[in-house]
């Protein structure tokens, strides 16, 4: 079983004698003509990516990953300081619908080390001075 390599190509599961050393293409693809093996492993990329999203899960990590590309342009919208930041400013957060944490890290640390320190008054205190300097102005 060690020894069964997925062919590049077609997709398929195939001893290891059917690869020549070093290829991922397996002998029989490689008897394909460039265009009939392009054709082959268009069809094995779409078949896989079926499957991905076929499944709930598979779903879920496509809809993450489409929200990341967004985030990467426009930012993910900090719900304590209403800055748009980019997905590297927040902790991961595997149950959130984006696997993210809804507040950015620095947010994060400033409402631990208040609430320890002040209670919830003063974490309120501290993210409305920072929604006031945010684009958004609250
Ligand atoms: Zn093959
Ligand atoms: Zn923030």
Redesign the pocket.
Known sequence: MSNAIVCLCCGQDKPSYDFRPGHQICTLCDTLSAAEATIMARATFSAQHKFMTATKDGRRQARIAAKLVSYETTGKR?T????P?PPSAYNKCAPAPDGLQP??R??NELRVASIKNGGLTAWRTIRAA?RASSPEGR
């Open positions: 900090c304590a300081c209403h800055c930041k507040i950015c620095g947010c920072l």
